[in-house]
């Protein structure tokens, strides 16, 4: 029977990120939160509090992103691939404004709506990764475990295509044809996987290395998040029923990272802001409210004098950004992601964790 890996002080190392309790609430209930919301907002459309908490939890969600950016070891980082963290954002603001103002909005939206689906996706993918690195699984389980989270997302998501008329229109116009055509091939593809990774689930078995714990309760949740989409209404409800679920697993994510990180206050003002934020919880739901109302506020305002396409281009851009950066940030391929964010991940939260070494960023 395989046993729960060592840290590098000889200490058990926990199969959980944070906790049983936590680990839940914000990761493992993804699927449960976002059927919640769907069911509250298609019971209850009078309650308008239904559709404050989301704008105020997603726009959290996306502004956090830009929160990376106040840590010394980032910052520092950050310069030194100026093309990646500062020309590419600057791009994609551009874009975003000129394919609204033109033909290619429905281009625009369709990019957002897909990018949206691979960015869900590939969250679900790193949070396993940390609770497979947890529960000592196999290296050469990752493949296995992200393609069969993928293929349940892309056949969902074909299944639906249809209700997305931006995305729908593009595709008719190659072919009428092609829309079933994709969920053939995705429903194809799903089903081939499938079939390999319950083949992977006896080969785990027979090494030594079962599926069990939390890596196999947060691949069930994870096989679990894009549900909406196969009974919501409609393809605009269904992504935010996904979407409720991986605002709290995201922000539960950067939450616990930075209260980690920073936990002893060290360094540059901006950095022990996250650390101020990450201890006083109550301050930290305030600042969220606020900034989620400062954005709604920015939408009436520009509405009131006829130019709302400004503010949602500027909308649009944010999502797009968010989308981008993460792919940055979170890059576990990149030595310095590894080295900054995994020991704060990984080790479990009752292990000693090493400081980043500064001194290495600083030289390259």
């Not at 290296?139 to 729908?168: Q, T, Y």
């Not at 797009?320 to 979170?330: R, T």
Request: proline fraction near 5%; charged fraction near 10%.
């Amino acid at each position: 029977m395989a046993e729960a890996p060592l840290t590098a002080n000889g200490a058990r190392r926990t199969a959980w990120i944070e906790s049983p309790l936590y680990d839940s609430l914000f990761f493992l209930a993804a699927p449960l939160l976002g059927a919640l919301y769907l069911l509250a907002s298609l019971y209850a459309p009078h309650l308008k509090i239904i559709p404050g908490i989301f704008f105020t939890i997603g726009m959290a969600h996306y502004l956090s992103t830009f929160s990376f950016y106040l840590g010394d070891d980032n910052r520092a980082d950050y310069r030194s691939h100026l093309m990646a963290f500062l020309i590419g954002p600057i791009a994609l603001l551009t874009a975003a404004g000129l394919m609204r103002i033109s033909p290619l909005l429905p281009l625009l939206l369709s990019v957002i709506y897909l990018w949206n689906v691979w960015h869900i996706s590939l969250q679900s993918c790193g949070i396993l990764s940390v609770y497979r690195h947890l529960n000592g699984a196999p290296r050469d389980e990752k493949r296995f475990a992200n393609a069969l989270l993928l293929s349940i997302a892309a056949a969902l998501v074909a299944w639906r295509i249809d209700a997305f008329d931006p995305l729908r229109g593009l595709l008719i116009r190659i072919s009428p044809h092609l829309p079933a055509l994709l969920f053939d091939a995705a429903l194809i593809a799903l089903t081939a996987l499938a079939a390999t990774y319950i083949y992977r689930v006896f080969h785990r078995a027979r090494i030594g290395s079962p599926l069990r714990g939390s890596e196999a309760l947060f691949l069930g949740s994870s096989m679990l998040l894009f549900h909406p989409f196969a009974w919501a209404s409609n393809a605009a409800a269904a992504t935010n029923g996904v979407l409720f679920g991986h605002f709290v697993q995201y922000l539960g994510l950067v939450w616990l990272l930075h209260r980690r990180k920073y936990a002893a206050e060290s360094g540059s003002r901006a950095q022990n802001a996250l650390a101020f934020l990450s201890r006083n919880v109550t301050v930290l739901a305030a600042v969220m409210f606020s900034l989620a109302v400062a954005m709604y506020m920015i939408g009436k305002i520009t509405q009131s004098f006829g130019i709302y396409g400004v503010y949602a281009w500027l909308f649009n851009a944010l999502v797009l950004i968010h989308f981008y950066l993460d792919g940055w940030i979170w890059a576990f391929k990149r030595p310095f992601v590894r080295q900054s964010l995994g020991p704060y991940l990984s080790a479990g939260p009752r292990t000693e964790i090493a400081p980043p070494r500064l001194d290495a960023i600083a030289a390259r």
